[in-house]
Each structure stands twice: as C-alpha cells, then as structure tokens.
T-cell receptor
Framework: GDSVTQMEGPVTLSEEACLTI???????????LFWYVQYPGEGLQLLLK?????DKGSNKGFEATYRKETTSFHLEKGSVQVSDSAVYFC????????????FGKGTHLIIQP | DTGVSQDPRHKITKRGQNVTFRCDPI?????LYWYRQTLGQGPEFLTY????????KSRLLSDRFSAERPKGSFSTLEIQRTEQGDSAMYLC??????????????FGPGTRLTVL
C-alpha cells in the first residue's frame, strides 16, 4: 500500500538558517504530493503541492520538487523565521482504491531567535 | 467564514458512552473526508463521501463507527460504546471533485475526543 516516510523531529534551527525536511514515498501509479503545515492550536493547512514528476511546488518561501526517480519530495526553505515553527506533514494522494490522503508522521520544527 | 467547520471542538466522555461529531464542509465541495490523528502521528484516513454516498471505508473504521452525510451537505461521525483507544483528534476535510485541484483537501480544526 501507499506510505510516506519523513524525517523524525523535533528539528531545531536558529532563525535565518537553511531548512530541509526529507520526505520519501511509496505509491502505486503517479501520486500527487503535498506538504501540509499545522501551527500550534490550529488545523492543517496546505502549504504546497506538486502533481507530476519534476513539478516544483512553492509557497511562503518554501519549495519542494517532485522527484520520481528517487520517490522524494523534500521541503526546503533558504532562511527560516520564528513564525515557521510548526509541525510539517508530507502527504500523497494516489486515488487508487482508498481516496484519502496518506500522511507521514509529521516533523516538528522549532525555530529559535 | 467559508472554511470547514467542526463541532464540538472538544469532547470528554466516559468509556462506553456514544458520541457524535459534526462537520460542515466548504459549501460547494462535493467530497467530504474523515481522518483520525493520534498524538505524534499523521492523520489516518477513515472514510469519505461523494455527495451523500459513502464510497470508501478504511479498515480502521470498526463496526462501532458510523458516518452519514444525509443530504450531501454536513456529515456526522458517531462512535458507539467508546473505548479509551478512541481518544484522538477527529479531522474533517472537503474537496471539489471535478475541479482542476480536485485532490486538494481543506481541513477543519478538528474535534479532540478524550475517553476516560
């Protein structure tokens, strides 16, 4: 079945540091890939997405590229801010059988001033 | 506010009691999803509806769980004879099948269930 593996947290960085959160997946067919973010006390929000190989999703300074050859969708940001502190979830949608999203376990990001 | 709403936001109940949660999706969305999220884990898919039809159920959805979407608008999720293992955040999401971004799901704030 479908699965998503993302790096364990928490990840603690200083403000203005570079960020990479790794995400790899296993899926049938050609899934769509997503990053969702959950700020403290809030619901899940879609951060960015990519629907086919080599697509790059971007939003709020975050980027992720759909790499079919390595089955990866790593989240990157060049300079993080304290306000980026949140839990980040990588997810996929393959639409084959179960029509829900398959999520990773989440990575808690802590940015220190 | 035109987002997904859920009610109640928090529910504390005793083991063995029945509970019901409500989800109101974004008004034009025809697909509605339920997920469960336990501490330290990502959301896990439970079931989804297209309009009023329930099209898929996860193996996680035991016989004690039932979901409805009677008129293709709001949905309810009922858990009968709750167990402590049911304690979790229950999330609802909606999407618009037939749009270019049909696989983009919008989530509500969740209902946190605590079973004592």
């Amino acid at each position: 079945g479908d699965s998503v593996t993302q790096m364990e947290g928490p990840v603690t960085l200083s403000e203005e540091a570079c960020l990479t959160i790794n995400c790899t997946y296993t899926a049938t067919g050609y899934p769509s890939l997503f990053w969702y973010v959950q700020y403290p006390g809030e619901g899940l929000q879609l951060l960015l997405k990519a629907t086919k190989a080599d697509d790059k999703g971007s939003n709020k300074g975050f980027e992720a590229t759909y790499r079919k050859e390595t089955t990866s969708f790593h989240l990157e940001k060049g300079s993080v801010q304290v306000s980026d502190s949140a839990v980040y979830f990588c997810a996929l949608y393959s639409g084959g059988g179960a029509d829900g999203l398959t999520f990773g376990k989440g990575t808690h990001l802590i940015i220190q001033p | 506010d035109t987002g997904v709403s859920q009610d109640p936001r928090h529910k504390i109940t005793k083991r063995g009691q029945n509970v019901t949660f409500r989800c109101d999706p974004i008004s034009e969305h025809n697909r509605l999803y339920w997920y469960r999220q336990t501490l330290g884990q990502g959301p896990e898919f439970l079931t989804y509806f297209q309009n009023e039809a329930q099209l898929e159920k996860s193996r996680l959805l035991s016989d004690r769980f039932s979901a409805e979407r009677p008129k293709g608008s709001f949905s309810t999720l009922e858990i009968q004879r709750t167990e402590q293992g049911d304690s979790a955040m229950y999330l609802c999401a909606s999407s618009l099948r037939g749009s270019p971004s049909y696989n983009e799901q919008f989530f509500g704030p969740g209902t946190r269930l605590t079973v004592l």
